[in-house]
């Protein structure tokens, strides 16, 4: 027996058919007992076996259905999110790199040489699976000249300026990135490390020797600014002016799982 005071039926069983009995309204209204005795106070629903199991597979079809948007968010998250990453997350309030800006030109003397601070914002480093990768990127507007001897407030202000604005022009350029290509032993605790560096919005490959020392990844390479559409800053006409090449001399942290 199923249903409320108001609308119950009493199931029998036929071989064909599902045949369920409710009494009528007016057999309510009087306070007729609903089941019992066939007569015409009562309502007969045959339904059809083949249909009613058509329709009971339909209601588990539909109550899939249903639970589909919640599958499809789960794969939605995993697709999202992607495999784990490899290796072992960068400490990026340990790591930098730190970039030596030399001088040139008939009166380079006269010239400051500089030493810019580049955080690393992000990365991994992976040196222990069959192939070990490294990649890291740098908010290219976070680059700070440390402060020097014998440079005002005033010089110090204009060469960050012009280091963000007119060479890096990182309102346009925000990331340098590096990723490497190719990973391969060098020693022991060392590597040679190939991959591509994007600066000032061009992708240029890089060869660099990565050593361990403690607990840091160690090195330097050397780069052109003009391989990366970066013409270096003169002064005077040239008598003095920033050299093309750049030493980067980076030491990189990771965070322990």
């Given amino acids: 027996m199923v249903g409320n005071e108001r609308f119950r039926f009493v199931f029998r069983d036929s071989p064909e058919f599902f045949i369920a009995e409710r009494p009528s309204p007016r057999s309510q209204s009087a306070g007729?007992?609903?089941?019992?005795?066939?007569?015409?106070?009562?309502?007969?629903?045959?339904?059809?076996?083949?249909?009613?199991t058509h329709l009971a597979e339909t209601r588990q079809t539909m109550i899939r259905l249903k639970r589909l948007p919640v599958i499809f968010l789960g794969l939605t998250?995993?697709?999202?999110?992607?495999?784990?990453?490899?290796?072992?997350?960068?400490?990026?309030q340990r790591s930098s790199l730190t970039i030596h800006v030399g001088k040139a030109g008939l009166l380079s003397a006269a010239g400051h040489e500089h030493w810019v601070h580049a955080p690393i914002a992000s990365g991994t480093v992976d040196d222990s699976s069959a192939t070990p990768s490294v990649r890291f990127t740098v908010d290219a507007r976070m680059l700070s000249v440390k402060a020097e001897n014998g440079v005002n407030d005033q010089d110090q202000a204009e060469v960050q300026s012009n280091m963000q604005g007119k060479v890096l022009e990182s309102s346009s350029y925000p990331q340098i990135v590096f990723q490497s290509t190719h990973v391969r032993p060098n020693g022991d605790h060392a590597w040679r490390v190939s991959g591509d560096l994007t600066l000032h919005g061009a992708t240029r490959p890089v060869i660099l020797d990565v050593t361990r020392e403690n607990d840091a990844y160690v090195g330097a390479v050397r780069i052109k600014q003009t391989d990366f559409g970066i013409q270096p800053i003169k002064i005077g006409g040239g008598v003095v002016k920033v050299k093309d090449e750049l030493e980067i001399h980076f030491q990189v942290f990771t965070i322990s799982r």
């Fill in 32 to 52: 007729r007992p609903w089941a019992g005795n066939r007569s015409d106070d009562h309502r007969e629903l045959r339904i059809r076996k083949d249909v009613y």
């Fill in 77 to 92: 998250v995993i697709l999202v999110a992607g495999p784990d990453e490899q290796g072992k997350a960068i400490d990026s």
